[in-house]
């Protein structure tokens, strides 16, 4: 069975060739903008692995990478947390909370191929 | 520069004038004649006992051979070289600033111009790093771009994709190509011309102070009986440059209370009053039933007149934060650093509605000694079990009596010679000097 990847990011055309780009890898895509609802839907699914936006309408991926890290159910799951700000302070932070792996946009279709086969086979 | 005479200069024309000779007047006042000569030529400086001896040998007041504004000079040129020199010949400062006034003031002065840079480059990076429009902005482009480049890549991967994808990669490559184009359209339009209306930006509280200062901390139009709250406004809309709009309300506040002390202490019957006691600001509150830090800030808007001597004010809030700086010679404050804790100024916040009279000195032997009327009181009526915040005001004038017993003040830990003093909280940036006296 194909394995499950949720896509949380709210910029429609990043979401489309992302998708295609991992479809095509052999991934279920499943995409979510909505940073309110982002945890319910994590939970709901679950996925193999979650692809998370920082700045998400509603709610920072940073809160919803917490929440994930403090839930049982999600605390193992890995998370690939995509920012358009580079910076120390927020590198940082993700580690602190617990992510898997952090890539700064843009990026390169390879990286994040590169990425998410590493991590799902990890 | 004004061609303002070094204290060298004033004692050789005393002398002359005296028909004294230098080898006499030296051998009176216990010194060779060379080294006489030297000081003569602003090569040495002097200050203290030998300046007493010398002006007493030379029937005058110590006080009419020395110039506050060369001991400020002085100190000006301490704190640049603490601030960035390592390699400064420090000891020999007065021999600089004796033989060559005009490059020692240019020094002096393009060190505060690198200090006021400074804060406000700190201030255009604080802006950079926390303003949210330019992030909003910068994301803009980050996005838009990173769906190019992924979109493209995809295209251009060398792999099959049908017909339907391939349309809609191009579509959506276009409307981010337009996104990225208004994006960064946008970022250098508000990189061009910074919100605040170009330039550097400075404080509001600086604005506000270079405002107050190009009017002389005086303003006729508030003087006037009945003068309207208008009046205010009025004044800060005129201000050139034009103040940002945080300054004008700062310079509106201040200009109101200066408008109502203007109403409780009217001009003319305030400066009589002034000049007949002496300036004294006790004897001026009891004459006119007025708040004593209403008569501090009055005295210190008096307009500059030989009647009056030189005044300087600071008005600071609980934390130590200057609100409202008249600087004199001798005296100022350090905006952005922290200041000397041992001014009277930061003394009345511990003792609120105790009005302090101190008489200071600088550390050097030629610094002026300066009168200090300081009281702390509540910003606003306290209300029960409510603490009011408070505000220090402080009123800097000559002192009258120099044989007045002086409490050390300094320019601020960094640039401080006193290396014992217990209010130190930091080491002084400056080697010590021999010659400095009363630590």
């Given at each position: 069975m194909a394995k499950r990847?949720?896509?949380i990011e709210d910029e429609p055309n990043i979401i489309e060739a992302i998708s295609f780009i991992l479809s095509r890898d052999g991934w279920t895509v499943h995409t979510q903008s909505d940073g309110v609802t982002a945890l319910d839907r994590v939970r709901a699914l679950p996925p193999d692995l979650v692809i998370l936006d920082v700045m998400l309408p509603g709610k920072s991926g940073f809160d919803i990478l917490r929440e994930m890290r403090a839930d049982a159910t999600t605390a193992a799951m890995p998370v690939l947390m995509l920012t358009a700000r580079g910076q120390e302070r927020d590198r940082d932070l993700a580690l602190k909370l617990g992510v898997t792996r952090f890539m700064t946009k843009p990026f390169s279709n390879a990286e994040v191929l590169e990425a998410v086969r590493t991590m799902a086979g990890g | 520069m004004a061609?303002?005479?070094?204290?060298?200069?004033?004692?050789?024309?005393?002398?002359l004038d005296m028909g004294l000779r230098q080898a006499d007047l030296a051998a009176r006042a216990g010194i060779s004649a060379s080294y006489l000569n030297l000081i003569e030529h602003n090569r040495r400086r002097i200050g203290g006992r030998l300046l007493r001896v010398l002006a007493e040998a030379l029937q005058a007041d110590p006080s009419a051979f020395t110039d506050e504004a060369e001991a400020a000079l002085m100190t000006r040129l301490r704190a640049a070289a603490a601030a960035r020199g390592d390699t400064v010949e420090l000891e020999r400062v007065e021999d600089f600033a004796g033989r060559f006034p005009g490059w020692a003031g240019l020094v002096a002065a393009q060190d505060a111009r690198l200090s006021a840079l400074e804060r406000?480059?700190?201030?255009?990076?604080?802006?950079?790093?926390h303003d949210p429009a330019l992030a909003a902005s910068l994301h803009d482009v980050i996005s838009a771009a990173t769906a190019i480049r992924s979109t493209a890549s995809i295209l251009v991967g060398g792999e099959e994709i049908d017909a339907d994808w391939q349309r809609r990669f191009h579509g959506n490559i276009h409307q981010d190509s337009q996104r990225l184009a208004d994006a960064s359209r946008a970022l250098a339009g508000y990189l061009d011309a910074p919100a605040d209306g170009g330039g550097v930006p400075m404080a509001p509280v600086e604005e506000v102070e270079a405002f107050l200062a190009a009017q002389g901390h005086h303003h006729p139009d508030l003087e006037f009986p009945d003068a309207p709250p208008q009046a205010a406004a009025a004044l800060v809309a005129a201000a050139s440059p034009p103040l940002g709009r945080a300054a004008a309300d700062l310079a509106l506040v201040h200009l109101d209370r200066y408008r109502e002390d203007a109403q409780a202490l009217p001009l003319a019957e305030f400066t009589a009053a002034a000049v007949a006691a002496g300036h004294d600001p006790a004897i001026l509150a009891a004459r006119f039933g007025a708040d004593l830090d209403r008569v501090l800030r009055r005295l210190a808007a008096l307009p500059d007149d030989p009647v009056h001597p030189p005044r300087g004010l600071a008005v600071c809030d609980g934390a130590g934060a200057i609100l409202m700086l008249k600087p004199m010679?001798?005296?100022s404050l350090p905006r952005g650093a922290a200041a000397c804790p041992l001014w009277p100024l930061y003394q009345a916040l511990s003792l609120p509605g105790q009005p302090l009279r101190r008489t200071v000195a600088l550390p050097g032997e030629t610094?002026?000694?300066?009168?200090?009327?300081a009281l702390a009181v509540p910003r606003v009526p306290a209300g029960f079990n409510r603490a009011a915040p408070l505000v220090a005001t402080m009123l800097v004038m000559p002192a009258t009596d120099p044989a007045d017993t002086a409490d050390p003040v300094g320019p601020g830990c960094r640039f401080c010679p006193r290396t014992t003093c217990i209010a130190r909280r930091e080491p002084s940036a400056m080697a010590t000097t021999d010659s400095a006296s009363g630590l």
């Open positions: 990847v949720l896509l | 061609q303002r005479q070094l204290t060298g200069s004033r004692l050789r024309a005393r002398r406000q480059l700190r201030a255009a990076r604080d802006r950079m790093a010679a001798g005296f610094a002026p000694r300066l009168e200090c009327y």
